[in-house]
Every structure is written in structure tokens, then in C-alpha cells.
């Protein structure tokens, strides 16, 4: 599988909007990009995925490069409740998912 | 929306004995599940795939007669833990999609944390 790199750790204020990037130089032209979080003790929760096109849902947008090697989840408005730790991933058509180590975004109140 | 439950959400056995984690898909039909483990301040690693009325798949270093699994339904996968053991202890966690992969993301469940005394 594809790999991707996220920075270890993130920081943002309350209510203001959070970028969080994502390489995947070797993505193959048939990976989706995937977004889960996890809380800690609880299962991950998807967030958003996508092929090409930015994609924009009730709880994230994610921003696609033309050439599909990065991309970047974006949260509008962070809230306490984001606090977690993010992964991107990528996967081919239904196929698994193989995590990474993600990146840890603390949101200060 | 799509709902993957998991039983028990906690456990504690005593090394030895078997322990078994239920995923079931409460919505919809699931044809394959997946089965990870995750320790404490790591990732989730996959542990296998369960595939309805065939064999499961598992991942390279998973131990197939410790952990079996069973996906004898279109709703139910189990996870078996035999003759658990204190480095077992661990955050089982099972996902399934309703759909093709492309077109929603996989559902989680809420994790079995299992600890062996």
C-alpha cells in the first residue's frame, strides 16, 4: 500500500479554522484519500474521503493537489470536541485500511 | 447512518483462558469485516480480514490459531482470543462498510479493551 506523511502534532485555537496536511508522493491513480480520527479508547470515526475532486461534508473539507500527492484536511471551525488524532490513509477501491501514526491535533479553548 | 457494534466493550480474563469479541453490523450487511489491535500510544494495526462463509485472512505475524475468527453470518464476526496471555491485553477494534469502499468509508466499532491478569 501507498504511504502517507503527517506531521507529529498540531496546534490550533478554538474556532478558528485548522489545516491539516497529508503527503502521499506514491498514491497510485486508483487510491482513495481517507480520514478517520480517533478519540482516545474509541473506535476511529470516519471523516472524509475522496478521489480527485475536493470534497466538502458536515464535519470537514478536504482539499485534493492537482497532482493528487498532498492533500489537507480542513476543519472550518475547531472545536474542543476535535481533539484527536487524525489519519490520513489511502486505499485502494474496497480494500483495507492500513493506519499510520497520524497526527495529534490539540485544540486550546 | 451505517452502525457497527462491538461486544464486550471491556473484558478481563485470567491468562489461560479464551476470550471471544462479537462485531456485528447492526444496518446493513457486511460480506467483510476487519479486525485490528491497537496498544497503548500506538496506531492500529490490522490484524485480519473476515470474509463471510470462507476463511479469514490474516495479516503477516497474526497468529492464526490464537486469534480465530469466525464471519458466519452477513452481520456477525467474532474474534476468538485462545489461551489469552498478559501481553494479549490490548484495544480490539473490528470495522465493516456497507457500501463499496469508493463510495462511503469504513464504519468502526466502539473497541473491546482486554485485559489478561
Known amino acids: 500500500d501507498a504511504k502517507t506523511t503527517q506531521p507529529n502534532s498540531m496546534e490550533s485555537n478554538e474556532e478558528e479554522p485548522v489545516h491539516l496536511p497529508c503527503n502521499h508522493s506514491t498514491i497510485s491513480g486508483t487510491d482513495y484519500i481517507h480520514w478517520y480520527r480517533q478519540l482516545p479508547s474509541q473506535g476511529p470515526e470516519y471523516v472524509i474521503h475522496?478521489?480527485?475532486s475536493n470534497v466538502n461534508n458536515r464535519m470537514a473539507s478536504l482539499a485534493i493537489a492537482e497532482d493528487r500527492k498532498s492533500s489537507t484536511l480542513i476543519l472550518h471551525r475547531a472545536t474542543l470536541r476535535d481533539a484527536a488524532v487524525y489519519y490520513c490513509i489511502l486505499s485502494g477501491a474496497n480494500s483495507k485500511l492500513t493506519f499510520g501514526k497520524g497526527i495529534t491535533l490539540s485544540v486550546r479553548p | 447512518g451505517a452502525v457497527v457494534s462491538q461486544h464486550p466493550s471491556w473484558v478481563i480474563c485470567k491468562s489461560g483462558t479464551s476470550v471471544k469479541i462479537e462485531c456485528r453490523s447492526l444496518?446493513?450487511?457486511?460480506?467483510?469485516m476487519f479486525w485490528y489491535r491497537q496498544f497503548p500510544k500506538q496506531s492500529l494495526m490490522l490484524m485480519a480480514t473476515s470474509n463471510e462463509g470462507s476463511k479469514a485472512t490474516y495479516e503477516q505475524g497474526v497468529e492464526k490459531d490464537k486469534f480465530l475468527i469466525n464471519h458466519a453470518s452477513l452481520t456477525l464476526s467474532t474474534l476468538t482470543v485462545t489461551s489469552a496471555h498478559p501481553e494479549d491485553s490490548s484495544f480490539y477494534i473490528c470495522?465493516?462498510?456497507?457500501?463499496?469502499?469508493?463510495?462511503?468509508?469504513?464504519?468502526f466499532g466502539s473497541g473491546t479493551r482486554l485485559t489478561v491478569v
Open positions: 444496518d446493513f450487511q457486511a460480506t467483510t
Open positions: 470495522s465493516a462498510t456497507p457500501f463499496m469502499l469508493w463510495l462511503t468509508g469504513y464504519t
Open positions: 475522496g478521489l480527485t
